[in-house]
């Protein structure tokens, strides 16, 4: 079975394959945006947004590459590197988000830009030593839960300080992670042992999850 196959003999991967795709039509947005806005800090909040959703889609991409080996032969070394690719890309993106927020919107002291930091160190570490990738990955998990956790807190200290259109984008960002929160959770492969005969239902309900919170995020930020 080649990729393409592979792709479309599955209802999650074709839901991936559209979330890509808006991903990075979001992404294209944010840049054009942030080129045509004269305002510097606005431009590098939309670079920043368009820097994260891109991440996400590269992300989404190891990820599928990481399936379609394991599918294929298991386990393997390549599938592990594929795998801390997709972590090395998304803590970056992770980072780029919280450098954004902090240091543009809420202006916090980098709290967790420190934390999403870690994060990228750990899954850098994990790419050249895949023999301890288990470890690496549990601390780069507990990091990243404390800055996606952080991202929401800050949301919500956006939609109490502000009032207006801004209120506005501050709400559906806070909702679009909050989706985007629960459809990583979901996408944890522990999960599967979890959920039993209704883990089809999680690998479904994971993308969809995600799809929907990144367009609300989207479309609310760039309006």
């Known amino acids: 079975m080649n990729m393409i196959e592979f792709i479309l003999g599955s209802p999650r991967n074709i839901i991936i394959i559209i979330m890509i795709l808006i991903l990075i039509v979001f992404c294209i947005l944010f840049f054009y945006k942030g080129l045509k806005d004269d305002d510097n800090n606005i431009k590098k909040i939309n670079y920043g947004y368009g820097i994260f959703i891109f991440g996400y889609a590269l992300t989404r991409i190891f990820f599928l590459f990481s399936d379609y080996e394991r599918f294929l032969n298991g386990l393997t070394n390549l ?16 980072l780029v988000i919280s450098l954004v927020i902090e240091r ?31 470890i690496t990955q549990i601390i780069m998990y507990i990091a990243a839960g404390i800055v996606l956790l952080g991202i929401i807190g800050m949301y919500i200290y956006l939609v109490i300080k502000l009032s207006g259109k801004y209120r506005r984008r501050a709400l559906g ?8 929160a629960i459809g990583l959770i979901l996408d944890i492969r522990v999960l599967e042992d979890i959920f039993g005969t209704l883990d089809p239902v999680r ?21």
């Open 173 to 180: 960002a806070l909702f679009g992670f909050l989706l985007i």
């Open 203 to 223: 690998q479904i309900v994971s993308p969809i999850s995600m799809l929907i919170g990144f367009i609300i995020f989207g479309i609310t930020q760039i309006e």
């Open 79 to 94: 599938h592990y590197m594929y795998v801390s690719i997709a972590y090395t890309i998304s803590m970056f993106a992770l």
């Open 104 to 134: 543009y919107l809420v202006k916090f002291k980098y709290i967790f830009v420190i934390s999403s930091a870690i994060a990228l160190l750990f899954s850098i570490i994990s790419l050249f030593a895949l023999e301890i990738q288990s």
